[in-house]
């Protein structure tokens, strides 16, 4: 099984629709989770920490079950900038140094 | 603004070949870090420093080396070229104790 692992998609989505993806990971130990966006052809950048009791940053929620071993991301309202790919990223066990990143659930917004 | 650059977009390599990937950030920070990024396996660690002369292995280190001299700067080495080290490959800097990480915009590496 892998670390860290994203149904990779596509989704394809109208505009103004909402979002979900989930991210399972395997290490019961990992403590700081994170979604990434990568747009295309550019590099990845920070979206947002996934806390414990979940969080919301506009009109995008990030959720963590730790019994389950997976976070979600939700998006409401979808805009065409939405369009990327969300890279779920996990600490290696308890080292806050290391993470592991997943491999992406690319999301396309249609008109 | 954090800035991470990297010296080249795109090259383009024959197999055998040694490779140097340069890294330059400049916002004074501790941790810089080596990731290729392939599809449908996402970005994997292939070396990370702390410090100065500081290295650890990633994931996935085989056929690669690392060289920090300075602080601004993360050097990543494949000593001989091979055709499965065609990739994208990503450079980070981090500073100590903070979460994000800032990405350089990529190198394409094609090994003919």
């Known amino acids: 099984r892998k670390e860290v692992e994203q149904d990779p998609g596509p989704f394809n989505v109208p505009e103004g629709a909402t979002v979900a993806f989930n991210c399972t990971y395997s290490?019961?130990?990992?403590?700081?989770f994170f979604w990434y966006r990568q747009d295309c052809r550019k590099e990845p950048k920070l979206l947002m920490s996934?806390?414990?009791s979940g969080n919301e940053d506009g009109r995008f929620t990030a959720q963590l079950n730790r019994a389950s071993q997976y976070i979600s991301l939700l998006i409401r309202d979808s805009k065409l900038s939405d369009s990327a790919t969300y890279l779920c990223?996990?600490?290696?066990?308890?080292?806050?140094?290391?993470?592991?990143f997943g491999p992406g659930t690319s999301l396309s917004v249609i008109p | 603004d954090v800035k991470v650059t990297q010296s080249s977009r795109y090259l383009v390599k024959r197999t055998g070949e040694k490779v140097f990937l340069e890294c330059v950030q400049d916002?004074?920070?501790?941790?810089m870090f080596w990731y290729r990024q392939d599809p449908g396996l996402g970005l994997r660690l292939i070396y990370f420093?702390?410090?100065?002369?500081?290295?650890e292995k990633g994931d996935i280190p085989e056929g690669y080396s690392v060289s920090r001299e300075k602080k601004e700067r993360f050097s990543l080495i494949l000593e001989s070229a091979s055709t499965n080290q065609t990739s994208m490959y990503l450079c980070?800097?981090?500073?100590?104790?903070?979460?994000?990480?800032?990405f350089g915009p990529g190198t394409r590496l094609t090994v003919l």
């Open positions: 980070a800097s981090r500073l100590t104790g903070k979460i994000e990480q800032f």
């Open positions: 290490n019961s130990a990992s403590q700081s």
């Open positions: 996934v806390y414990s």
């Open positions: 990223v996990v600490n290696k066990g308890t080292s806050y140094d290391k993470v592991i």
């Open positions: 916002m004074d920070h501790e941790n």
């Open positions: 420093s702390y410090d100065v002369k500081m290295k």
